[in-house]
């Protein structure tokens, strides 16, 4: 029996932190409930909100004989990263999945996912993530090269099953043994509720594995499809520039950690290939008439030049302050405590990442979190 039909299958973790996004979650359940390779297990990490971890205990309490779906309370720090770590040490799978509290995966999702871990030498696996406009539409003036932005694939990654640097966390999966080679996802860098809109998390971590793992091999399959929710806030200019001004910050972070060689190794050939081809279709298609074309080649050159001067000031004020995030090994649960408990860097993540949270009140405050 092989890997993906035995009892250590797969083993899915569902961040949450809001009861604003209620229908959203029992929905991204749903999508796992119904996978054509069911999951072994279905876990509900709930971060430090007691209200909303009462009332998901209450929704899963009735067990179903094929699929388990369990909740629990972040056992870490407040944020994404933590949760994720939380998840992980709780997880009896083999290979553990990350899907987005705001997110549907499609029915082959898991299946995907499985057939690449055939190879042994494949220690982690992401998918194409999709977006769900709430308006029903893309906004004329938003590049495909940005959807990032939001969370989704990016117009600039090859089709197919190919090789990566890191996958996207909201869309991913990794062996167990990922985490016990490279330890768990830093604590200091990725998603914080509503407070600020930073990632990078999934990038450092993917960095660290293939350092620990030099043999380790990662991807993404373009088949293994989620819908990830753009709610109205997302769809605005002001969201667009406040989050790749937090991206940038976050790109000084990890360059920081691992190094710029390592840590920018894909940005370099995202800006130097992909954008500039980007602002040549968009003022293509505005000679041509058609309509956006301008707004799109001015909201790559705008989200170059916000990113860039994010990076440069988060650059800065690393080498002046340091850089404060922690990660270490996942213990099992039951064998210690979750989350990440080895550090690196000095100082305060704040020093470098405080204008990320007084810049962008109108944008993140107003939309109730920026995951």
């Given at each position: 029996?092989?890997?993906?039909?035995?009892?250590?299958?797969?083993?899915?973790?569902?961040?949450?932190?809001?009861?604003?996004?209620?229908?959203?979650?029992?929905?991204?359940?749903?999508s796992?409930?119904?996978?054509?390779?069911?999951?072994?297990?279905?876990?509900?990490?709930?971060?430090?909100?007691?209200?909303?971890?009462?009332?998901?205990?209450?929704?899963?309490?009735e067990?179903?004989?094929?699929?388990?779906?369990?909740?629990?309370?972040?056992?870490?720090?407040?944020?994404?990263?933590?949760?994720?770590?939380?998840?992980?040490?709780?997880?009896?799978?083999?290979?553990?999945?990350?899907?987005?509290?705001?997110?549907?995966?499609?029915?082959?999702?898991?299946?995907?996912?499985?057939?690449?871990?055939?190879?042994?030498?494949v220690?982690?696996?992401?998918?194409?993530?999709?977006?769900?406009?709430?308006?029903?539409?893309?906004?004329?003036?938003?590049?495909?090269?940005?959807?990032?932005?939001?969370?989704?694939?990016?117009?600039g990654?090859?089709?197919?099953?190919?090789?990566?640097?890191?996958v996207?966390?909201?869309?991913?999966s990794?062996?167990?043994?990922?985490?016990?080679?490279?330890?768990?996802?830093?604590?200091?860098?990725?998603?914080?509720?509503?407070?600020?809109?930073?990632?990078?998390?999934?990038?450092?971590?993917?960095?660290?594995?293939?350092?620990?793992?030099?043999?380790?091999v990662?991807?993404?399959?373009?088949?293994?499809?989620?819908?990830?929710?753009?709610?109205?806030?997302?769809?605005?200019?002001?969201?667009?520039?406040?989050?790749?001004?937090?991206?940038?910050?976050?790109?000084?972070?990890?360059?920081?950690?691992?190094?710029?060689?390592?840590?920018?190794?894909?940005?370099?050939?995202?800006?130097?290939?992909?954008?500039?081809?980007?602002?040549?279709?968009?003022?293509r298609?505005?000679?041509?008439?058609?309509?956006?074309?301008?707004?799109?080649?001015?909201?790559?050159?705008?989200g170059?030049?916000?990113?860039?001067?994010?990076y440069?000031?988060?650059?800065?004020?690393?080498?002046?302050?340091?850089?404060?995030?922690?990660?270490?090994?996942?213990?099992?649960?039951?064998?210690?405590?979750?989350?990440?408990t080895?550090?690196?860097?000095?100082?305060?993540?704040?020093?470098?990442?405080?204008?990320?949270?007084?810049?962008p009140?109108?944008?993140?405050?107003?939309?109730?979190?920026?995951?």
């Open positions: 029996m092989n890997d993906r039909t035995s009892p250590y299958g797969f083993s899915v973790v569902i961040c949450v932190y809001t009861e604003d996004r209620w229908e959203d979650i029992l929905a991204a359940v749903d796992v409930r119904k996978q054509s390779l069911p999951a072994l297990e279905t876990l509900l990490v709930v971060d430090h909100n007691e209200r909303l971890l009462t009332r998901l205990t209450e929704e899963y309490a067990p179903r004989p094929t699929e388990e779906v369990r909740v629990l309370a972040n056992a870490g720090p407040r944020g994404l990263s933590a949760g994720r770590n939380t998840g992980i040490a709780a997880a009896r799978g083999e290979f553990v999945a990350f899907l987005d509290d705001d997110a549907v995966a499609e029915r082959d999702w898991l299946h995907h996912f499985a057939t690449a871990y055939d190879d042994p030498r220690m982690a696996v992401g998918g194409r993530t999709l977006p769900a406009w709430a308006s029903g539409h893309r906004p004329a003036w938003f590049p495909e090269e940005f959807d990032w932005v939001v969370g989704c694939t990016y117009r990654l090859p089709p197919g099953r190919v090789r990566v640097r890191n996207l966390g909201g869309n991913a990794f062996r167990r043994t990922a985490f016990d080679a490279a330890g768990g996802f830093a604590t200091g860098i990725g998603r914080d509720g509503d407070r600020r809109p930073l990632g990078g998390e999934e990038t450092e971590l993917c960095i660290r594995l293939s350092k620990a793992v030099p043999e380790a990662l991807l993404i399959d373009d088949r293994a499809v989620i819908h990830h929710k753009v709610p109205p806030v997302r769809e605005r200019f002001a969201y667009f520039r406040t989050r790749v001004y937090a991206e940038g910050l976050s790109k000084a972070l990890v360059a920081r950690s691992v190094g710029a060689q390592k840590g920018l190794e894909s940005e370099r050939r995202y800006t130097t290939r992909a954008l500039p081809a980007g602002v040549l279709r968009g003022m298609d505005a000679l041509r008439g058609r309509s956006g074309g301008a707004g799109r080649a001015g909201a790559i050159v705008t170059v030049t916000v990113a860039a001067g994010g440069a000031l988060g650059t800065l004020r690393a080498r002046r302050h340091g850089t404060t995030f922690s990660w270490g090994p996942i213990d099992r649960a039951g064998d210690g405590t979750a989350g990440a080895g550090t690196t860097g000095t100082a305060l993540t704040r020093a470098l990442v405080g204008d990320a949270e007084a810049r009140a109108d944008a993140v405050a107003s939309e109730g979190g920026a995951r």
